[in-house]
């Protein structure tokens, strides 16, 4: 299962870099190393701003929309789970 991570909106693909602060605790991290849910409170990020200055396009979106072949992985482990 490869997942590619990239904004839905631009296609803008995040570098693994420390972009993202939780809106709760404002720790800097990269969302997608958790899965959108912050190390330090626990706050699950529903949304993801694409980050305009590091070249993406500034929008918000779904976290779980920013994972190419998501929808292909879980139907692959919901297959297997039932075999």
Request: hydrophobic share 30%.
């Amino acid at each position: 299962m490869e997942l590619e991570v990239q904004c839905p909106k631009c296609n803008w693909e995040p570098d693994g870099e420390a972009y993202w602060s939780c809106h709760a605790c404002s720790l800097e991290w990269d969302v997608f190393s958790t899965g959108g849910r912050c190390p330090r409170c626990g706050l699950e990020h529903q949304y993801t701003e694409c980050i305009g200055w590091a070249g993406g396009c500034d929008e918000l979106s779904p976290h779980l929309d920013w994972y190419n072949g998501l929808d292909a992985s879980l139907q692959e482990i919901n297959i297997e789970r039932t075999n």
